[in-house]
């Protein structure tokens, strides 16, 4: 019904396009697409005198910044993801092909690279790490929402918002930590009045990953010195829960081999595991290497062709993971600020925002592995017991495919309050504000196997009523008298009520509480020959706390008292365990100088000159204080030519989590590669973070040229060259990885990866670490381009603009290791994302009528090697993955004469117009996982469909 009913209205959406169309075609002209700044200020009533560029706190005019700076307009945004938010369009744009949201990290769960949100909306520059890209709400630091301190930028309300400002370089010594990469700031329109609303719907060609997006925002004078706005905001995606099985890059695609010249790597369809089936696989015995088939009874397994990996077969009755492509997620946004002059030259304000976020996804079935059971178990048949009656116990596996599937879910929580006054004095104008944030995440993992319960009712016995029991009800009836005995010996045979008896959940909470002040003052000190010398001086003091509760602690541990198989001593309550931690916090001091000075000016070779310098001081109460700085130039030819350029000094500290991750104790099969052979053994894995932790420091260099040829009205050049290096990068070191037991053995001993092995007296390993420490190092260059145009064709405005990144390399270096490039490559190790070394966004608007309006998005990315690590071997034919290739349409008509407000449009969007298949990917490691089938910067969704209805008055 839900899809008839989206089919339906969209339908009707096409249809209205048309009669408006031909109704109207003579109507008022409509605005047109404001892309810069200026524009976008000036619409807002906010004069240049009031506007401070991003990535300064005294330039005034973004096209006097040295810094490379994009400017990109709602409307704009609109057009790159239609059925989006304003961070789901950022992402399409070239310079964030790292980043993720809700379709590029399916599977959500609290342990991964999303802080605790594997479907959270985050931004990464360039493809160095989100943690490294500085995230503003109109110029001020929002407090972090997701554990490992980045921000969901879904969470920031965007009725309000007139553009975003993108720097893409350096900016420590303005902004402070985390600012190495660049920021990105979304710029409030601080002066709007009336009222505008907006409804939409969309759904995709294959019914589903619906959308629904519902707002308002309304303002107004509060009688002759003050202003009042508001906004809300509510919006759902159903996402892509199941294996679509009509999607072709969806088809258990996987790299299979070794990567190495005997065993490549290539790329195979069907791919399915090689010891689980969905009923039962038997591993040991006289039936090892057989299965249980649907009605219990053991047969043949039918392998699959070998694969080259010892997971995985292709074909055959293995059983294999059904992920969700793209998460759902619902989320409401409130914002309000109140603006009053107390005088003509002292302003104060107070906004608040209130944002909620919900999301899930599944990670896929409960995967079984080892179970041991009585040949005499109650649910076997009398030919299976006879069978398996042998050695008296047997073993198997199984994908547990007729239970629900193990679902991740977060709730985000975020409230946001700012007061601020702010004025001028003389020449000079000054601010100070206070801000106070507070964000809950809470990340639930359900549908998990209790292990306790279910070794209890695996082992299922007759009592003497002949009723199916658990033996441990039996034995043990104060603890299991509510036991419900579970039957897995073939496909779908659980019972629901002994489902709901073993499987159960975990629930893992985090808060974090950010407090913030700054105080600013800026203006010219002096004038020279080319003008006024420009000084801002400021300073800002933070405070984090940070703590975690769970429901379920690594160290509970099942009781094994009166359970005959499956328990043992070290065996974890859950699968998935989370830890708790006491509040940490952390404070910071910072102070700055800025300098802009004017050097020439009006000059037969320099229309002007001007050198932009800051420096910033920042003490960090846990690792110590550091100095950054920024020094850059802008020579204005003449009207056409110009050239920048930066250098700077940046810092990433350590977050709390980095600091003080809770101890974490997870058991496993590791292997010890420096052992003759290797010898494998079921070993604890203790993850914890270091106090000891330093900060990042990142050297970026840029040097760019805009044109604007007299010769062609209308257009704009630039290219900016980037190389960054960043020195002292945190990097999480396995000590079970054989690279990482490599390093210590050619150490002589004396690396510190040695100390992650823990030995006994005789040389055995008994434990491994896994711990952050400052050991790495990244580094990065390429070029940026963009062209815009604006001209008429046939009497009607038509505005062009391209945006590119070229960026060939990104190494990431560590002592001992081998170099990964992952410039121009696909998944990575440690959760990198693919990174195209060309993308480009390209934006066409035109208008061809005064009521209607036709908005183009084209966004590209070149083919890319399917791994970064050199040492990788491919089949002929399977290293690079092809290029891919997306356009979004949106048509919008004016209504505003036929309804009684100041303006009014409908539109209708289709994005992936011609339904762009992405290539087959999956991961190079072997997986049958129905999320690793394509690369998750590209579009999962296929063709889509959105119809929505906007007004303003």
């Given amino acids: 019904m839900k899809t008839n009913f989206y089919l339906c209205t969209l339908l009707a959406g096409v249809s209205l396009l048309g009669l408006c169309d031909m109704a109207m075609a003579q109507g008022t002209s409509a605005n047109a697409d404001d892309i810069s700044a200026a524009k976008d200020n000036a619409a807002n009533g906010v004069s240049a005198a009031d506007i401070v560029v991003t990535g300064s706190r ?38 964030f092909s790292g980043s993720r949201n809700q379709f590029s990290n399916p599977g959500s769960n609290a342990t991964g690279v999303q802080g605790g949100n594997g479907a959270a909306n985050v931004l990464n520059l360039r493809n160095l790490g989100s943690y490294r890209t500085l995230v503003l709400f109109d110029g001020h630091r929002i407090p972090p929402t997701l554990y490992n301190s980045t921000v969901d930028v879904d969470l920031i309300p965007q009725e309000l918002i007139s553009r975003v400002d993108v720097v893409t370089g350096g900016v420590s010594a303005v902004y402070g930590s985390d600012a190495v990469s660049g920021v990105v700031n979304y710029v409030l329109n601080r002066n709007f009045d009336g009222f505008r609303a907006h409804a939409e719907a969309g759904i995709s060609q294959r019914g589903d990953a619906a959308t629904r997006d519902i707002g308002a925002a309304f303002g107004f004078k509060v009688g002759e010195r003050g202003h009042f706005e508001a ?11 199941n294996r679509a099985y009509d999607r072709s890059w969806n088809n258990l695609a996987a790299m299979q081999g070794a990567g190495t010249a005997a065993n490549p790597y290539y790329l195979a369809t069907d791919v399915r595991l090689a010891t689980y089936t969905f009923g039962g696989y038997i591993t040991n015995g006289a039936q090892r290497g057989k299965q249980f088939d649907a009605s219990g009874a053991v047969v043949p397994f039918v392998a699959g062709t070998a694969s080259g990996s010892s997971c995985c077969q292709i074909g055959g009755d293995g059983a294999y993971q059904n992920s969700s492509m793209s998460s759902p997620s619902r989320g409401t946004q409130a914002f309000a600020r109140f603006d009053y002059d107390l005088t003509d030259d002292i302003h104060v304000y107070v ?38 009656a042998g050695a008296g116990t047997f073993t198997m596996n199984e994908i547990l495919s007729g239970a629900p599937r193990i679902e991740a879910s977060s709730k985000t929580n975020q409230y946001y309050g ?29 549908n998990m196997p209790n292990n306790q319960r279910l070794a209890a009712a695996l082992d299922a016995v007759y009592d003497s009523s002949g009723n199916i029991v658990c033996q441990a009800s039996l034995t043990n009836p104060s603890a299991y008298g509510d036991c419900v005995p579970l039957n897995i010996f073939g496909a779908n045979s659980a019972s629901t009520a002994a489902l709901d008896y073993v499987l159960g959940k975990a629930v893992f909470t985090t808060h974090t509480i950010q407090d913030s002040a700054d105080i600013s003052i800026s203006g010219p000190v002096f004038n020279t020959w080319a003008g006024p010398v420009n000084v801002a001086l400021s300073g800002e003091w933070r405070k984090q706390r940070f703590n975690a509760a769970s429901s379920v602690l690594p160290t509970d541990l099942a009781d094994c008292t009166g359970l005959r198989y499956n328990c043992t001593s070290a065996t974890v309550l859950y699968p998935t365990t989370f830890p708790y931690s006491e509040t940490v916090s952390q404070s910071v001091k910072e102070a700055a100088i800025e300098v802009e000075i004017p050097l020439l000016s009006d000059m ?19 690792s110590g204080h550091y100095t950054t700085w920024k020094v ?10 110009k050239l920048r350029g930066t250098a700077s000094r940046d810092i990433r500290a350590p977050t709390l989590y980095d600091l003080y991750q809770p101890v974490t104790t997870v058991y496993g099969n590791y292997t010890d590669t420096t052992k003759t052979p290797n010898v494998t053994a079921y070993l604890p894995s203790i993850n914890m973070g270091n106090r000891n932790l330093t900060a990042e420091v990142g050297r970026t260099y840029t040097a760019g040229i805009v044109l604007k040829p007299d010769f062609v009205p209308g257009l704009t050049l ?31 001993g004396s690396s510190i990866y040695c100390s992650l092995i ?129 356009t979004n349409l949106t048509v919008t008509l004016n209504t505003g004469s036929g309804w009684k407000v100041a303006d009014s449009a409908l539109y209708f969007s289709v994005t992936n117009l011609f339904d762009a298949k992405p290539p087959l990917s999956g991961y190079y490691s072997g997986t049958t996982s129905a999320g690793a089938s394509y690369e998750f910067s590209d579009d999962p969704t296929g063709r889509a469909f959105m119809v929505g209805f906007r007004i303003k008055g």
């Fill in 58 to 95: 005294i330039i005034r005019n973004g096209s006097a910044s040295p810094t490379p700076l994009t400017t990109v307009s709602t409307e704009s945004l609109a057009a790159a993801a239609p059925a989006g938010t304003i961070s789901d369009a950022l992402n399409n744009l070239p310079v």
């Fill in 231 to 241: 906004s809300v905001q509510h919006r759902e995606y159903d996402g892509i829960l």
């Fill in 351 to 388: 906004q608040g925002a209130a944002n909620i976020k919900k999301n899930k996804s599944y990670t896929g079935w409960n995967q079984l592995t080892g179970l041991t059971f009585n040949s005499s178990n109650a649910f076997l048949s009398p030919a299976a017991q006879t069978a398996l």
């Fill in 418 to 446: 700012n007061v601020g006054i702010e004025g001028s004095l003389a020449d000079f104008k000054w601010n100070a504000t206070y801000t106070h944030g507070y964000s809950r995440l809470q990340t639930t993992v359900d």
């Fill in 604 to 622: 037969a070779f320099a229309k002007a000159l001007t050198l932009n310098g800051a420096a910033r001081y920042t003490d960090y109460s846990t």
């Fill in 632 to 641: 850059g130039g802008v020579w204005e030819v003449n009207d056409q030519i």
């Fill in 718 to 748: 630039t290219a900016d060259y980037y190389h960054t290096v960043v020195s002292n990068a945190i990097s999480v070191i396995q000590g079970f990885n054989a690279a990482v037991q490599k390093g210590c053995v050619d150490s002589g």
């Fill in 758 to 886: 823990q030995r006994d007296a005789a040389g055995n390993a008994t434990a491994y670490y896994i711990q952050p420490y400052n050991i790495a190092k990244v580094k990065t260059w390429g070029i940026d381009g963009e062209a815009d145009y604006a001209t008429h064709v046939g009497g009607h405005p038509l505005n062009l603009r391209l945006m590119v990144n070229y960026q060939p390399h990104i190494y990431y270096q560590q002592p001992g290791i081998p170099t990964i490039d992952q410039g121009g490559a696909g998944w990575g190790l440690n959760g990198l994302m693919p990174s195209p070394s060309v993308t480009l966004a390209g934006f066409i608007n035109f208008k061809p009528s005064d009521n209607v309006s036709i908005d183009l998005f084209e966004r590209y990315r070149n083919k890319f090697r399917r791994s970064g690590v050199a040492a990788h071997v491919f089949a002929d034919g399977q290293e690079y993955v092809r290029d891919f290739a997306t």
